[in-house]
């Protein structure tokens, strides 16, 4: 495959993310789940395995480029594939929220590589093209960061819910005007 057909082919990629991100905003913008409870951490866990699984596809490679570049690749490998098994066994907040940083901190580090190249190591500078397995881990890790932010925004709502005890009004803000007889 030419380098110029993969870069198409990446340039595919993205507007398939956006389309990904549009159809689950819709869905959560009119209060319908995209999926529900344990559902959608399955496919938060199975989203951020993807890019794992790419990534160590990628290592040799990139390990005969580079110790630097390889060992950030097993790293990035390892870190990615044990937080999609950690997420899938025991999803938590925390775990969601790593899952955001994580996938961000290597979209951006994808996005740097692809526009102005790395800073530093052996290929500093070089701009890389898109192909379709790193299109394919970075699409993965939008929709794990999508999907890991519903998750937590969906936590925030139920949590912050008013809830009434023994037939009381509980909070400031559902008690009586002022004035006002019971």
Do not use: Y
């Amino acid at each position: 495959m030419s380098a110029g057909t993969s870069t198409h082919i990446g340039h595919l990629l993205v507007p398939a993310a956006f389309l990904v991100l549009a159809l689950t905003g819709t869905a959560a913008a009119q209060h319908r789940p995209v999926l529900l409870g344990r559902g959608m951490a399955a496919a938060v866990a199975l989203t951020a395995a993807v890019p794992g699984v790419a990534h160590a596809v990628a290592t040799p490679e990139h390990l005969a480029e580079s110790r630097l570049l390889g060992a950030f690749f097993l790293f990035t490998s390892v870190g990615q594939l044990c937080g999609a098994l950690l997420l899938g066994l025991r999803p938590s907040r925390g775990l969601l929220a790593a899952a955001v940083g994580g996938n961000l901190a290597v979209l951006l580090l994808w996005v740097t590589t692809r526009t102005v190249g790395l800073p530093v190591g052996p290929t500093a500078g070089q701009v890389e093209g898109v192909g379709i397995l790193d299109g394919l881990a970075s699409t993965a890790e939008v929709v794990t960061v999508v999907l890991s932010v519903l998750l937590l925004s969906a936590g925030r709502r139920v949590g912050g819910s008013a809830k009434k005890t023994g037939g009381a009004a509980s909070g400031p803000d559902q008690s009586p005007p002022r004035g006002a007889t019971h």
